[in-house]
Nanobody, 123 residues
Framework: QVQLVESGGGLVQAGGSLRLSCAAS????????MGWFRQAPGKEHEFVAA????????YYSDSVKGRFTISKDNAMSTVYLQMNSLKPEDTAVYYC????????????????WGQGTQVTVSS
């Protein structure tokens, strides 16, 4: 079992930055790919970014590419999502998720999920 806890959300003005963290416990995440997803009110889970188990490869949705950066610290069992140039449409609850080895943009492929952290971007 892997337990995931997100933090770092909050209220920020458009153009600002936030860094989300996802701390894992229960097992080391060195063999897990990690993903970030988000869900806005009335919408389905949306893929944001993912990183391979080794941290050597990353994948982003077109909507955040060039603005967000995912990184993974296996020693600290923590995954980060650096979000820059935030827009009001980035407002959502952000979730981190874990699956063994390879990343995926499909939420159904992830076995473990955190509780989420709210990000609100004001215009």
């Amino acid at each position: 079992q892997v337990q995931l806890v997100e933090s770092g959300g909050g209220l920020v003005q458009a153009g600002g930055s936030l860094r989300l963290s996802c701390a894992a416990s229960g097992r080391t995440i060195s063999s897990y790919a990690m993903g970030w997803f988000r869900q806005a009110p009335g919408k389905e889970h949306e893929f944001v970014a993912a990183i391979r188990w080794s941290g050597g490869s990353t994948y982003y949705s077109d909507s955040v590419k060039g603005r967000f950066t995912i990184s993974k610290d296996n020693a600290m069992s923590t995954v980060y999502l650096q979000m820059n140039s935030l827009k009001p449409e980035d407002t959502a609850v952000y979730y981190c998720a874990a699956r063994r080895w390879e990343y995926s943009a499909s939420s159904s492929m992830y076995a473990y999920w955190g509780q989420g952290t709210q990000v609100t971007v004001s215009s």
